[in-house]
């Protein structure tokens, strides 16, 4: 139903009202306007757009109430209405895991808040190193994790045997909102992939240098010659001198 992806949170809202007013004064509502509609709902819950999320539920429900006025509902007309009550039910859900919506409000001196600013800091990071980095064990890094997993601030998976943990775009959301996020995170977090980035360069000239060979002379010294030859013609032994 559209061209191009909505944007930011504005566009997201003005799309929503749009598919809505065009599913309103259709004769039948289509495929293609539930799978649009479905689309803007996963994306605005996946980055906590939550006036495109109340719009869409407002519309939603306008739309439901025309199949109240209707006294006897065809079998295509049933089927539209089932298909509405299920958005609603999905957009419902998604204001609820919302973090205004869980009513998050972390203490910025608490481990969740902390456990929050450490991986927008450095994303990846295991259990472990988030139990070094907070001052705690790995049972309470568990703990806090599932509590901010069920928020939807993190996800996490698995890297061998580890747990990796990474910030969701609502959890960057609400450390934006909360100002729990540090003025220099997104700085720190460019010198990191800065200095991975230097080491791997480094690594890479290591490997490109050419190797040494070490080979000794007719009296026995050791010698170093570069793999491209020697720089220099080598001494005769002394028994060959005169």
């Known amino acids: ?6 944007g930011p949170t504005h566009d997201r809202r003005t799309e929503v009202r749009r598919l809505i007013d065009a599913m309103e004064h259709a004769k039948v509502i289509s495929d293609g306007h539930f799978s ?18 109340v719009e869409c539920q407002d519309g939603l429900q306008w739309l439901h109430r025309h199949y109240l006025d209707v006294g006897a509902l ?3 007309q049933r089927e539209q209405r089932g298909r509405i009550l299920g958005l609603i039910d999905v957009v419902h859900w998604a204001l609820k895991r919302l973090p205004s919506g869980l009513q998050l409000a972390l203490q910025p001196e608490g481990y969740a808040a902390r456990f929050l600013v450490a991986v927008a800091r450095r ?7 988030l139990a070094a980095e907070l001052g705690t064990d790995e049972t309470e890094i568990s703990r806090t994790g599932r509590k901010l997993l069920s928020a939807g601030v993190v996800w996490r998976r698995k890297e061998w045997r580890h747990n990796a943990w990474d910030l969701t775009p609502r959890g960057r959301q609400y450390l934006e909102t909360s100002g729990l996020l540090p003025a220099d995170a997104d700085a720190d977090a460019d010198a990191v ?14 490997a490109a240098r050419p190797a040494e060979t070490v ?10 010659t570069p793999a491209n030859g020697p720089s220099r013609p080598q001494e005769p032994p002394r028994s060959a001198r005169g």
């Open 1 to 6: 139903m559209t061209d191009s992806a909505p």
């Open 193 to 206: 992939g800065e200095a991975v980035a230097d080491s791997g360069a480094g690594r890479r000239a290591e």
């Open 36 to 53: 649009a509609l479905g689309m803007l709902i996963t994306d605005a819950s996946l980055s906590a757009d939550e006036p495109a999320l």
């Open 74 to 76: 065809d079998a295509p």
């Open 123 to 129: 994303p990846g990071m295991s259990n472990r190193q």
């Open 215 to 224: 080979t000794r002379s007719p009296d026995g010294v050791p010698r170093r």
